[in-house]
């Protein structure tokens, strides 16, 4: 999405600890081959049915400086399209942020409008993005004013879904986002993804941008099938699509994919998010992480778009991606794009065209041209009146001469006149 002209290429992730302090292991991942089942990832105790609500903020909360950021946006009518496994809309986080959506697969006859989830990876990742504060729990949304439009493009992966026609498909997958475009979304979350480069998904990512919605997508969990860590993912690696990487708490490698169409990361591991049953849950580890960094990131685009509504997805691009956090400013990487998120730092952002390492769509780079210096030349100075200073200081000498010379004229004819006792004439 970004202009990386000119800037130092890391390799991998790069060590920044000084910057930062599983329900699902990698969400589904389509394939022109069939799709291999979802890697299930240990479940924390926290993940339970019925377990409640953990009262304690992850390491996000932090990181991304969501009071500082709140205090500027909360991301207020802006409407997000979450185009998953759909958005369960009757849980603590998301009471009143859940509009009527659609579901593309057609398959549940009782619900109908995207607000129903058997997976539970689309409701994790709207509450992540647009979880309202709830007393007792430690989660809060990135943007927890927002209102989610849930877009069903499946219901859950592998055989059994197969076998029942509710998997996910390229096919469902372009429709979805077509789907968020007309139902008027500002941002379109796309947290799944696909090896295989798709006609169709492709347009319906090209007609997003036209229609002035931002995609973020995720860069893609590296999976059994796909052990080349640099195989491109398909909506991600799309012009114009702000790809996102997953990351742990001091730069922990997520596990993702990597590629040149790297944008931007995203707190991946071990971060709090909300489930369909009501429970709060423990998400993400090393190989599950995009997901979820997506979610945050579109969460922060959404924020964006409360305080400049006109600016369009390039501009919010490239304001994410230039505030985002990184050890060199100059420096970008094919494993985290330009660095982590930082919400409030992309809302303070004055477009002056000099921020260093992305280029500004909008102001051009002010050019530094090198400044000739002249050497150094002393140029004595006249005196207008240093003739009359030798004048007088020649007749204050030749005075104080004849001063005294009279002086000692004076002292030898004192002497003269001087009578001496007893002598006579």
């Given at each position: 999405m970004?202009?990386r002209?000119?800037s ?9 600890g ?6 699902l292991?990698?969400?589904p ?16 105790a926290?993940?339970?049915d ?15 400086d969501?009071a500082g ?7 207020a009518?802006?409407?997000v ?5 759909g958005?369960?809309?009757d ?56 209102l ?6 499946y ?22 986002i077509?789907?968020?475009?007309d139902?008027?979304?500002?941002v379109?979350?796309?947290a ?12 319906a ?13 995720s860069?893609g ?19 114009g ?10 730069w922990?490698?997520g596990?993702g994919h990597?590629?040149?169409h ?7 591991i ?10 709060d ?21 959404a ?15 490239y ?21 982590l ?8 952002l ?14 051009v ?6 400044v000739?210096?002249?050497p ?11 003739d009359?200073?030798r ?31 007893g002598?006579?004439?």
């Amino acid at each position: 999405m970004s202009s990386r002209a000119g800037s130092a290429r890391l390799a991998g992730l790069v060590g920044a600890g000084a910057i930062l302090g599983s329900l699902l292991a990698t969400g589904p991942a389509l394939a022109p081959l069939p799709a291999p089942p979802a890697a299930a990832g240990t479940q924390p105790a926290q993940c339970e049915d019925g377990a409640g609500l953990v009262a304690e903020p992850t390491w996000n909360v932090e990181a991304l400086d969501l009071a500082g950021a709140h205090r500027l946006a909360t991301g207020a009518g802006v409407r997000v399209a979450v185009v998953d496994s759909g958005v369960a809309a009757d849980g603590p986080h998301l009471e009143g942020a859940v509009l009527p959506g659609v579901d593309v697969v057609g398959a549940d006859a009782e619900v109908t409008d995207g607000r129903a989830d058997a997976y539970d990876h689309g409701t994790a990742v709207a509450t992540l993005l647009a979880g309202r504060a709830t007393e007792g729990s430690g989660l809060i949304g990135v943007a927890p004013d927002a209102l989610v439009i849930p877009i069903r493009v499946y219901y859950a992966v592998g055989d059994d879904a197969e076998r029942r026609g509710v998997e996910l498909t390229e096919a469902r997958l372009a429709a979805g986002i077509r789907a968020a475009i007309d139902a008027d979304a500002d941002v379109v979350v796309v947290a799944v993804s696909s090896y295989r480069d798709d006609p169709a998904v492709r347009a319906a990512v090209e007609a997003a941008e036209a229609a002035g919605a931002l995609v973020v997508a995720s860069m893609g969990n590296v999976t059994r099938d796909a052990a080349e860590v640099d195989r491109p993912r398909y909506p991600a690696a799309y012009p114009g699509v702000l790809a996102v990487a997953g990351i742990g708490e001091g730069w922990q490698d997520g596990g993702g994919h990597v590629g040149e169409h790297a944008d931007l990361a995203g707190p991946g591991i071990a971060v709090l998010a909300g489930l369909p049953n009501g429970s709060d849950c423990v998400v993400g580890e090393a190989g599950s992480s995009t997901s979820w960094a997506t979610a945050q990131v579109a969460g922060a685009a959404a924020l964006l778009v409360e305080r400049f509504p006109d600016e369009g997805p390039e501009m919010l691009a490239y304001r994410l991606t230039a505030t985002a956090a990184r050890p060199d400013p100059d420096g970008w990487s094919e494993a985290t794009g330009w660095g982590l998120v930082q919400p409030r730092a992309a809302l303070e952002l004055v477009d002056d065209g000099s921020r260093r390492g992305v280029d500004s769509p909008r102001v051009v780079r002010p050019s530094i041209d090198p400044v000739a210096v002249e050497p150094v030349k002393v140029i004595p100075v006249t005196d207008p009146w240093v003739d009359t200073r030798r004048t007088v200081a020649w007749w204050a000498v030749a005075g104080a001469a004849a001063l005294l010379a009279v002086v000692i004229t004076g002292s030898r004819r004192s002497g003269r006149v001087v009578d001496r006792p007893g002598r006579r004439s």
